[in-house]
């Protein structure tokens, strides 16, 4: 059984940082791609970031680029996203994937295999 659970969420005002770390227990973590997605109200999920196996390789939503850095450290099971200059449209609820296909960069939400429960972030302009 694979759990994953993310942190790090919280209020903030615009232009300020904020980290969200994912842990991951089960499994091989490294076996795993990963993912964040975020949801907004009204609004469907949608694609931020995601990580290679190896985490030698990332991909971003163009709203994100230059802003928000995704990162893992497979000795923790953990995936991080640093989240810098941050703006009132990126507030949502952040969902952390782990993803055990083949292809990547995967952007498909429907392709990640676990999700964590989310955590919240909210930017206050």
């Known amino acids: 059984q694979v759990h994953v659970v993310e942190s790090g969420g919280g209020l903030v005002q615009a232009g300020d940082s904020l980290r969200l770390s994912c842990i991951v227990s089960?499994?091989?973590?490294?076996?795993?791609?990963m993912g964040w997605f975020r949801q907004a109200p009204g609004k469907e999920r949608e694609f931020v970031a995601t990580?290679?196996?190896?985490?030698?390789?990332?991909y971003y939503v163009d709203s994100t680029k230059g802003r928000f850095t995704i990162s893992r450290d497979n000795a923790k099971n953990t995936v991080y996203l640093q989240m810098n200059n941050l703006k009132p449209e990126d507030t949502a609820v952040y969902y952390c994937?782990?993803?055990?296909?083949?292809?990547?960069?995967?952007?498909?939400?429907?392709?990640?295999?676990?999700w964590g429960q989310g955590t919240q972030v909210t930017v206050s302009s």
């Open positions: 994937a782990a993803d055990l296909g083949s292809s990547w960069p995967q952007v498909n939400e429907a392709k990640y295999d676990w």
């Open positions: 089960g499994g091989t973590f490294s076996n795993y791609a």
């Open positions: 990580i290679s196996w190896i985490g030698g390789s990332v």
